[in-house]
């Protein structure tokens, strides 16, 4: 158990977790905070990481302020694809950037369309929104390098309205709309820059409610104009 009750600031170098859950004890990120720190996490040019086999779940007390251009990055056993969920809020100026690596999926449940105006580059493996509504990944621009991004809402019902600022798909990228069976689902963009041989899947598969179309179960929707780069 670690009983640390201070905050981290990640200036360089990589910090390593493990599950915020420790078999029931003390977290062995810390203490509990108890109430929501928005920079329980100051990422000042490190690198969060993890490679632990299965699910990393963090409390969503602890909040991540990004104040220069940082890294995530989620790896794990080939045979089981590690998620880090992150369920605490996300601060940053547009200025930063974000950069998730690893073959691992970065999940964020939490709505940070009024806190983060930065930015987001995909390398390598998954970012997803999993947030019930809302800018998951605030109001900058995603940019995907071969890599995925997927919006799968947490809500069982009803009508989900997300969000991101702009979204560039290169070469090999692949952005997923997979909803659940009674959701009807919209995702909204600035602008949409995809690379020729990148993918939008919009994902019938994952259930379609009865007598309703593709077109209005689920629906990327770019207001600002659709560029396809060869």
Same mark, same amino acid.
């Given at each position: 158990?670690?009983?640390? #009750?201070?905050?981290?600031?990640?200036?360089?170098?990589?910090?390593?977790?493990?599950?915020?859950?420790?078999?029931?004890?003390?977290?062995?990120?810390?203490?509990?905070?108890?109430?929501?720190?928005?920079?329980?996490?100051?990422?000042? +040019?490190?690198? =969060?990481?993890? $490679?632990?086999?299965?699910?990393? %779940?963090?409390? $969503?007390?602890? +909040? =991540?302020? %990004?104040?220069?251009?940082?890294?995530?990055? %989620?790896?794990?056993?080939?045979?089981?694809?590690?998620?880090?969920?992150?369920?605490?809020?996300?601060?940053?100026? $547009?200025?930063?950037?974000?950069?998730?690596?690893?073959?691992?999926?970065?999940?964020?449940?939490?709505?940070?369309?009024?806190?983060?105006?930065?930015?987001?580059?995909?390398?390598?493996?998954?970012?997803?929104?999993?947030?019930?509504?809302?800018?998951?990944?605030?109001?900058?621009?995603?940019? @995907?390098?071969?890599? #995925?991004?997927?919006?799968?809402?947490?809500? #069982?019902?009803?009508?989900?309205? =997300?969000?991101?600022?702009?979204?560039?798909?290169?070469?090999?990228?692949?952005?997923?709309?997979?909803?659940?069976? +009674? /959701?009807? =689902?919209?995702?909204?963009?600035?602008?949409? /820059?995809?690379?020729?041989?990148?993918?939008?899947?919009?994902?019938?598969?994952?259930?379609?409610?009865? +007598?309703?179309? @593709?077109?209005?179960?689920?629906?990327?929707?770019?207001?600002?104009?659709?560029?396809?780069?060869?």
């Amino acid at each position: 158990p670690n009983d640390f #009750a201070g905050k981290y600031v990640l200036a360089g170098g990589v910090l390593a977790l493990r599950n915020d859950n420790n078999d029931g004890l003390t977290s062995r990120i810390g203490a509990d905070p108890g109430t929501p720190v928005p920079d329980y996490f100051t990422m000042a +040019g490190g690198t =969060m990481a993890t $490679s632990a086999a299965g699910s990393m %779940v963090m409390d $969503s007390d602890r +909040g =991540m302020t %990004v104040t220069a251009n940082s890294g995530i990055r %989620v790896n794990g056993p080939t045979s089981t694809q590690t998620v880090m969920s992150f369920n605490g809020t996300i601060t940053g100026a $547009s200025n930063v950037t974000m950069t998730k690596d690893g073959i691992g999926i970065f999940a964020v449940f939490s709505d940070n369309a009024e806190t983060y105006q930065g930015n987001w580059k995909v390398d390598s493996g998954s970012l997803r929104a999993n947030a019930p509504s809302g800018a998951p990944f605030g109001t900058g621009t995603i940019t @995907l390098n071969g890599a #995925a991004l997927s919006f799968t809402p947490s809500n #069982a019902f009803g009508t989900v309205n =997300m969000a991101v600022g702009s979204l560039v798909a290169n070469e090999g990228s692949i952005v997923n709309l997979a909803k659940g069976d +009674g /959701v009807f =689902m919209d995702v909204t963009a600035g602008t949409l /820059v995809r690379g020729a041989r990148s993918t939008i899947l919009i994902q019938a598969s994952n259930g379609i409610q009865a +007598g309703v179309g @593709l077109g209005s179960a689920e629906r990327l929707l770019v207001t600002g104009g659709v560029t396809t780069v060869n």
